[in-house]
């Protein structure tokens, strides 16, 4: 028991003594929600018992049973009477005297009250002349009947010198009123015990006795402030914190956890006492408010009732000023209501705040709290202005926040409550649009009713337009038109009106998203993009002339000049305010003018605000750019995963058209990496609605075949490159830099032997420099070496690696570097040969995949018959690989040749030294122990890993300080690096690298 429980009982058990002497005793003991009275008289209760006291115990009732006051005038007095203990002849007695009483009913008169009282006080009274000293106990003295407390009184008056003992416990209200009851009471003298919630050292004791001391140490300031030291919610958070150890062994230092045992406890608290406690708890778990003044509004009590409710509740430990102590007293308060109460409370909620001039939000949430509450079926919100005027007013807010659950949910909730068309279609278009950032699939079931407006030609003008870039996201090319028809149309009849319902901004992506992405055929004029037709004066905004800008530089006629466009529209763009696809086409601009580094800073920039304010559509999106662009740098494994992570951000259907795009990203790394099963596995998710949508479907297809290349279906590869050019020609659609279609027919005429034809389509695919990157000209340029004569491609494969280099492409690099190696091994250039072999290796290592395999070069013109000269990318990681015959040659991370040079190869140390002891180091394709290599021709030199790398940036002309900082180490290793590279390749200063390792060609 707790500390002022023992104490109260010491001084009881010390007036029992008293009573027992001869002197009649009154005991009250008051006290807040469960502080422990009822334990206490049942302590006392027992001691009495044991000190062979006769005890009479009852209990007040304020809920209707058999012994309460409503249902038997006489209920507790009944229970007194009725005690095992007493007498068989004074029992009987006693109980044939209430019978008169309650046969005479509540309304009995007060003479036939009074003789039965004064009868039944001379029972007690000689009770207590025996040897036993008689001890009443009436606990909850606040229920009693009246009969009951005139009979408490009567025998308080003649006690004096009788050995008779009274114990009453009663509630101790925050602001108590003194009855009459009361006030006869306290006329004699008698003990008062006020019983206090537990103190902070009391509950320490507590919760060190039932858990671990530490645990008592670190969460009993946690348990008071949840509790104010309520001895019954007390122990319930030791006993959830029991329960959570069962499910939780190991956990023992979990924060305090409240469960179901506390959320009963507050239950019990509310349910023990006057009824005005769960009312009033019920008003502050609806209204979220702890202040007295809306709580009395809302659940139509005085405030001053409510007032001493709150201290009281707030005593026991259930509430504090803002409200409920933890959100499970809260929830099970409401649980209490059933459903349709809790709507309707919910909805007079609404009604209040917005009476007394609440913020709307603060209305809306009753409103919706309402909604989610009550039946399904029915709308609880009253359909009402204010109600709909405050739930778009929270929509509003809630945008602004880029909650977008709560927009939704207020716009839905708004919808059904309002009943003016007018008010519905704008409600509709307001829901799609917040729908779309989340999941674009879902925005169609808003706009079903302006699609069936369509189709019934009374939807004109700007209310076309989001049916018009919903079409064009699904790929549906018919209801784009439609739509497109529906706002040129309306805005042919403005005009000869004298009215204007045109959108210039809109006007200007959709003709940029026309241009980039959707096309259209070019025999029909009716499907030109709107803007075709915008006056000249619009062009003078500075936003629609950038946008343009990038539209026209799709064709490359301005694609250098639209970067600085590219880049104010990227600085000036903000989720849900500019359209997706002109972010997209900014940053590819980037890309094409090959600013990757820009492209990357910013697409960083845009994903962090899309994460931040929470867009999936937009994170999926610029996920797939992130991962094009390590595509494009040759980091294969990033690029991989980038895609795969970006697919997993949305469902299907909500991609729409654009899900090619990172089909292609995740295809094309797959396949470089030679992953080709699990690119098939990737190609079977280009369904025809993908293949078909768009620039998107012709990115899907040119990544399929590439990968036919790599696999060698050559035929089917060809098939696809011609399906891209066909259909890139008929929609408007050639946008080389995003399916650069002439390089991959190319390489696969020259697989098929048709060097003639591939010659042409490079020399065409080059002849489009102004619109292509250097990254796509470099490709071009190493696949057309292999057209010419042998003498002529180290001359472009050097150009090719240039552009390779500047264009950041390492996996391009890489080949084009085992092609140069090869090349220049044919004319006899053997130490660029070398080098280009042992650089085309490191830069194949940077992307974490095997140099390329290649086939034998392709002959020369009139020489033998025709070998394939560009293969598929192999991840064949051996150490070396070669040709031995004749004059054809071959790379792995060494070149061999028939005449036994053996090719300048850089390993790590440790592979070296295993390779020497076993014998095999120096052996390069099928060159014997009698080749030279390097500059000793001893075999690999010893490099190692972290050599390498600075080697290679020092080759490239970065300083110590710039390698450090791209390798994150100090500049003192660095210098220790290339120290200890010098030595090993025989070099006196970093300007003897790019001889040894062929730095880039100015």
Not at 64 to 92: H, I, K, M, Y
Request: charge should be negative; charged fraction near 20%; include cysteine.
């Amino acid at each position: 028991m707790e500390g002022d429980c023992e104490d109260a009982l010491d001084g009881l058990a010390q007036q029992f003594g008293e009573c027992a002497a001869g002197t009649g005793r009154l005991a009250l003991v008051s006290g807040g929600l469960a502080v422990g009275k009822t334990r206490l008289l049942h302590a006392f209760a027992q001691y009495a018992k044991e000190a062979g006291a006769l005890l009479l115990l009852a209990t007040g009732s304020r809920d209707g049973t058999a012994f309460s006051s409503t249902a038997f005038p006489s209920g507790v007095a009944d229970q007194l009477f009725r005690n095992a203990d007493l007498p068989p002849e004074v029992s009987e007695r006693a109980v044939r005297l209430l019978d008169d009483v309650r046969d005479g009913g509540a309304e009995g008169s007060d003479e036939t009250c009074a003789r039965t009282v004064h009868a039944l006080c001379l029972e007690l009274l000689d009770l207590a002349r025996a040897d036993r000293p008689l001890v009443v106990v009436v606990d909850d003295v606040q229920f009693v009947d009246d009969f009951t407390l005139r009979l408490i009184l009567h025998l308080r008056q003649r006690i004096a010198s009788a050995q008779v003992m009274i114990v009453l416990s009663e509630w101790s209200w925050a602001h108590p009123a003194m009855t009459p009851f009361h006030s006869e009471t306290t006329r004699y003298p008698h003990r008062r015990m006020r019983l206090r919630p537990m103190d902070a050292a009391a509950v320490l004791d507590l919760t060190a006795e039932q858990t671990p001391v530490s645990y008592g140490r670190a969460h009993a300031p946690e348990v008071l402030r949840l509790t104010n030291g309520n001895p019954l919610l007390v122990r319930a958070l030791l006993e959830d914190h029991q329960t959570w150890l069962l499910d939780h062994p190991d956990d023992e230092d979990a924060p305090v956890v409240a469960g179901s045992s506390y959320a009963q406890g507050v239950l019990n608290c509310l349910y023990r006492w006057d009824p005005a406690l769960l009312t009033v708890a019920r008003g502050v778990a609806v209204l979220g408010d702890g202040r007295a003044l809306p709580v009395a509004g809302l659940v139509s009590l005085p405030v001053s009732t409510v007032e001493n409710v709150l201290d009281t509740l707030s005593s026991a430990g259930v509430l504090d000023k803002a409200g409920f102590r933890h959100p499970v007293a809260r929830n099970a308060v409401l649980g209490t209501l059933d459903t349709d109460d809790r709507a309707r409370l919910h909805v007079s909620a609404a009604e209040l705040l917005h009476r007394t001039g609440a913020a709307p939000a603060a209305v809306a949430a009753q409103l919706l709290s309402a909604a989610h509450g009550g039946d399904p079926g029915r709308t609880p919100a009253p359909a009402d202005a204010w109600a709909v005027d405050a739930l778009r007013a929270t929509a509003v807010e809630a945008a602004a926040r880029d909650d977008v659950g709560l927009v939704t949910r207020s716009l839905e909730l708004a919808l059904d409550v309002t009943t003016d068309p007018r008010e519905r279609d704008v409600l509709r278009r307001a829901l799609a649009r917040a729908v779309w950032r989340v999941d674009p699939a879902t925005a169609d079931r808003w706009q079903a009713a302006d699609r069936a407006a369509l189709d019934q030609g009374v939807l004109a003008g700007r209310d076309a337009l989001p049916l018009l870039k919903q079409a064009l996201w699904r790929g549906d090319a018919a209801a784009a038109q439609r739509a497109r028809a529906a706002y040129e149309g309306a805005d042919t009849d403005a005009v000869q009106g004298g009215g204007h319902d045109r959108d210039p901004y809109a006007e200007a992506e959709l003709h940029l998203a026309y241009r980039w992405f959707y096309g259209a055929p070019k025999t029909d004029v009716s499907s030109r993009p709107p803007s075709d037709t915008a006056p000249e004066r619009h062009l003078e905004d500075p936003w629609i002339r950038a946008v343009h800008a990038i539209a026209d530089g799709y064709a490359g006629v301005s694609a250098k000049s639209a970067l600085p466009s590219a880049e104010h529209i990227l600085e000036s763009c903000r989720l849900d305010e500019t359209m997706l696809e002109v972010v997209l086409a900014a940053l590819l601009t980037l890309i094409r003018g090959d600013q990757l580094q820009q492209a990357g800073e910013r697409t960083g920039a845009l994903l962090a605000e899309a994460v931040r304010r929470g867009g999936p559509v937009w994170q999926a999106a610029l996920g797939t750019v992130r991962a094009d662009l390590a595509l494009r740098c040759g980091e294969l494994a990033s690029a991989s995963g980038l895609a795969k992570a970006a697919l997993e951000l949305l469902p299907a259907r909500s991609w729409g058209v654009l899900r090619g795009y990172p089909l292609s990203v995740l295809v094309s790394a797959q396949t470089m990496l030679g992953q080709h099963t699990a690119a098939e596995e990737s190609v079977r998710l280009m369904t025809p609605e993908v293949l078909d949508g768009a620039v998107w479907g012709l990115s899907c297809r040119y990544a399929r075949g590439r990968h036919h290349l790599a696999t060698d279906r050559v035929l089917a590869a060809v098939r696809d490159f011609q399906t891209c050019a066909r259909l890139g020609r008929d929609r408007g659609l050639d946008v080389v830099e995003l399916v650069p279609w002439r390089n991959g027919l190319a390489e696969a005429n020259l697989r098929l032997g048709r060097t003639a034809v591939a010659r042409d389509l490079l020399k065409q695919q080059l002849g489009l420099a102004q619109e292509v990157s250097l990254r796509t000209q470099g490709v071009a340029l190493r696949l057309l070496a292999a057209t010419g004569e042998l003498v002529q491609r180290p001359a472009l494969l050097r150009k090719s690696v240039d552009a390779l280099q500047a264009a950041g492409d390492r996996m391009e690099l890489s080949r084009a570097l085992t092609d140069l190696s090869i090349a220049c091994r044919g004319v006899g250039e053997l130490d660029q040969a070398r080098a280009a072999s042992w650089r085309a290796a490191q830069e194949a290592k940077l992307c974490r995949s095997a140099p390329a395999t290649p086939r034998p070069a392709a002959p020369e013109p009139g020489r033998g018959t025709h070998t394939d000269a560009y293969p598929a990318t192999s991840t064949s990681t051996g150490t070396h690989a070669g040709a031995a015959s004749g004059t054809g040659t071959g790379i792995g991370t060494g070149i061999g040749t028939g005449t036994g040079v053996t090719a300048y190869e850089v390993v790590p140390a440790e592979t070296a030294r295993a390779e020497q002891q076993t014998g095999s180091a120096g052996n390069g394709g099928s060159g014997g122990s009698g080749g030279s290599g390097g500059s000793g021709g001893s075999g690999p030199l010893l490099l190692s890993d972290a050599e390498s790398r600075v080697a290679l940036l020092a080759a490239r002309g970065f300083s110590n300080r710039e390698i450090s900082q791209q390798l994150f180490i100090t500049v003192s290793t660095v210098e220790q690096h290339l120290t200890r590279v010098f030595r090993k390749l025989g070099v006196s200063s970093r300007r003897a690298l790019p001889t040894r390792l062929l730095a880039p060609q100015t």
